[in-house]
Structures are given as C-alpha cells and as structure tokens.
C-alpha cells in the first residue's frame, strides 16, 4: 500500500499544503472504524484487542468496531479467560471458527495458552498463527531454593522459588512460591496418590501442576509413575522419605538434592567386626532407591583406633580414606573416635562398600548422616 506524503503549505510562497480531512483524522483516532488492517507494515491504527469470552480450547472475542472480514495479515490480540488444553480455535465477530496454530502449522498442545495471558495472533488466509506463544523461565537444575523437612511424624513442609516440571510429552512448566504441606494419611493432591499408608516403607515426593498453573505435592510408592490426581499433567521427581516401622517419618531436612539426616536414627552396623577387604553393606533403609551418593560416618566403638576406608563398589571406586583418631577417653554417639567421608558414589544402589585394617572383634560402627540425588 502506498504512503501519504504530507506536505507542509506556505502561504507567504503560494505553497498549498496537503488537506487533512475529519473523515481521515476519524479514521485514525476517532471510532469509526480505525484499525491495523495488516495491509502494509504499520497499519492504519493500533492493533486490534479484545477480552476473550469463549471457553478453554474455543475463543471468542467482539472487537469494537466490529470486524467485517478476516484479513491476511491483520494482526489481533485478546486476553484468554481460560487456560487451554489441546488444540484450539478462535471466533472473531462470529465470522466463523478458524483454528490456532503454532510454528507455522502446528495445532496447539495443553498448557500453550495461559488463563490471563494476551494472545497475539496474525490471519494466514486460513487460520491464525499465534505469535506470542507461552515461554517457561527455566531453571537449570529444575529448582531453586527448594527445602524439604518434617512438619510432624505425618506431614512434610516442602517451599521453593521455583520449580520446573514436565508432561509426558517432555513439556516443560515452571511454577513459582510453592508452598506445600504434605499429609501422608490425606488422600490425593498435597497426600498420598493411592493406597493407604504403610510402615517401613519409602515415599517420594513429586510437586504435580495442571495446565493452568495449579501446583501441589503428592507422594507416591512410585519413584518413576505416581498416580497423578485428575487434571495434572506436570509432574517432577523432588526427593524421598522414610515411613519407619512405627509409622513416622524419619526426622530429615532438604536443601536442593542434598538430604541431611539424624545419624543416630540412621544407624547401619554397630559393635560389629569390620571386613577386612571392601565388602558390600546394604543400606536400604538409610537412603531411598533415587539416591546417588551417600555420606557416612565411620569409627570405631571401643578404645582402639582403626583406619577405615568406604568406596562406590568392590574396586574402591570414589573411595575415601577414613584415619583413626584417638579418642578422649569417652564416646559421642557410640564412637571412641570416627570420621565422615565426602560423598561416595553409589554404583550399587543402595549399596556401599567399606573396610578397616586390622579389624576389631566386634569394634567398628557406621553410620548415615545423608545423601543427594
């Protein structure tokens, strides 16, 4: 479309300057039907808004003036009342239904249109291509700021800034505040997803969401499929918790994927001979099937002082050295003297290997006091 030259008049030269009408000034700014019609790169007027008042997956908006026709090109924005959840439509002015499509050609996927979010979309001569599609503020280690601890024997107090999840086709959704309590003895969202509790048992923690942004957590048995309430279809993986023989949650606390715990309710061997070379020791009940390392802390359990070593597999892989300390003549804990490893990695689940030199007769004592995923 061509452009107006406007030309400045000059009476005192006899230069006529270019007549600007009402007609065209209402065009512009009044209300007569002004609106940026896509036919050249700036329009005619600002690009045309209105308040969605259709339903999720079927949009619907009255532009004031109304429009006419669709026109290839012309570019429309509309607030979404309802977040969608599968491919959807729009309805201009009730000219007619016309599909919303992504990347060119791609019908519209759960969760790409938020409730609350404007929507930009431009006319192709056969649907309207969205242009303003939804884009997660990702985090890089899939949260942020996240701990994890006891409220009771019964409940955990799980907040985070941000944590990033996934449907099951690999989409991602951020959400944002969370701030959760999680019952095991309630049923469903912010409780357990199916069953009744059970004793001497592990339950992860997942943080769940809907399309829309609704967040909660939910533990499960399951540490990959947990049973998922009705309309959440984000989920991810944040941790583990031990449900004891009595019924109570192990007392520990989470910062990210790192998990502390009460050594002394965490006790794996005490007063036991020592292997002499590295042997396998399950610790099942210490640390969920999800982690992979562990800290352990090593001594003995009588006035003599041992070297001891704990390692990722029979090889020593990851392994470190624990030196004998001499104690003060007392215990702490259970321990003459002891030392804690660095993480060691758990090649075996829930499995690590360990050693001392010259063992005592039962003299040695290990314990967890955590571990990361």
Do not use: C
Request: proline share 4%.
């Amino acid at each position: 479309m061509a452009k107006t030259n406007f030309v400045d008049g000059d009476p005192q030269q006899g230069v006529q300057g270019t007549r600007v009408l009402a007609a065209f000034l209402n065009k512009l700014f009044g209300t007569s039907g002004h609106r940026h019609d896509g036919l050249d790169a700036d329009g005619s007027a600002a690009i045309d808004y209105a308040a969605d008042t259709g339903a999720a997956n079927a949009y619907a908006i009255a532009l004031v003036p109304a429009l006419t026709q669709y026109v290839v090109g012309m570019p429309i924005q509309f607030m979404a009342a309802n977040a969608n959840t599968g491919a959807s439509t729009l309805n201009v002015n009730g000219l007619g239904v016309k599909d919303i499509s992504k990347n060119f050609d791609q019908p519209l996927a759960s969760g790409d249109i938020k409730a609350g979010q404007i929507i930009t979309v431009v006319y192709d001569g056969v649907d309207f291509q969205m242009v303003s599609a939804f884009s997660p503020d990702y985090i890089t280690n899939g949260f942020r700021n996240l701990v994890i601890k006891n409220n009771t024997a019964s409940q955990l107090s799980i907040t985070a800034d941000g944590i990033v999840l996934q449907d099951t086709a690999g989409k991602a959704l951020k959400v944002s505040g969370v701030n959760h309590i999680a019952d095991i003895t309630v049923a469903g969202v912010n409780g357990l997803d199916t069953g009744a509790e059970a004793a001497s048992t592990w339950y992860h923690i997942w943080e769940i969401a809907k399309a829309d942004g609704t967040k909660a957590a939910l533990l499960s048995a399951s540490a990959t499929t947990p049973i998922m309430p009705d309309g959440f279809i984000y989920r991810t993986y944040l941790g583990a918790i031990y449900n004891d023989s009595s019924g109570n949650f192990k007392t520990t606390v989470q910062f990210n994927n790192r998990v502390f715990l009460l050594p002394t309710e965490n006790v794996v061997a005490t007063s036991v001979t020592a292997p002499a070379s590295f042997t396998s020791q399950n610790i099942s009940l210490m640390v969920p099937i999800t982690a992979r390392t562990a800290t352990v802390i090593i001594g003995t359990a009588t006035t003599l002082y041992r070297v001891h070593a704990v390692a990722g597999d029979a090889s020593g892989l990851g392994g470190s050295i624990v030196p004998a300390g001499q104690g003060g003549g007392g215990t702490v804990e259970g321990f003459y003297s002891a030392g804690i490893t660095p993480d060691i990695p758990l090649s075996t689940v829930q499995t690590i290997y360990w050693k001392a030199e010259n063992p005592i007769t039962n003299g040695h004592r290990l314990l967890i006091s955590g571990w990361t995923y």
